[in-house]
């Protein structure tokens, strides 16, 4: 099993990126699936996950900035990051879970990276 980003990079302040997450190896459809980050020095935190039956959820950081979506046909969620800031600068993963916690993900991808300059 295995879950694949892709789509991060550099931008400047207030530009944006999408982030992508391909899974292999079993059908997420229904498992939450979503995205968490870790700054240099800083623990991984929650940014925004999405539900088997849609229901969405984010970080208040992003929210109001990010947007989650997912698309079962092809085992993939992502992440539309707008109005990016400095502070969203982090290693981003995808993660899947039935509990969707920190302590509880049962599969993570390798991670991609976001860059934020000023």
């Known amino acids: 099993v295995q879950l694949v980003e892709s789509g991060g990079g550099l931008v400047q302040a207030g530009g944006s990126l999408t982030l992508s997450c391909a899974a292999s190896?079993?059908?997420?459809?229904?498992?939450?699936m979503g995205w968490f980050r870790q700054a240099p020095g800083k623990g991984r935190e929650f940014v925004a996950a999405?539900?088997?039956?849609?229901?969405?959820n984010y970080a208040n950081s992003v929210k109001g900035r990010f947007t989650i979506s997912r698309d079962n046909a092809k085992n993939a969620v992502y992440l539309q990051m707008n109005s990016l800031k400095p502070e969203d600068t982090a290693l981003y993963y995808c993660?899947?879970?039935?509990?969707?916690?920190?302590?509880?993900?049962?599969?993570w991808g390798q991670g991609t990276q976001v860059t934020v300059s000023s």
């Open positions: 190896g079993r059908t997420f459809s229904s498992y939450t």
């Open positions: 999405i539900r088997s039956g849609g229901t969405t």
């Open positions: 993660a899947a879970a039935r509990t969707f916690t920190v302590g509880t993900i049962e599969y």
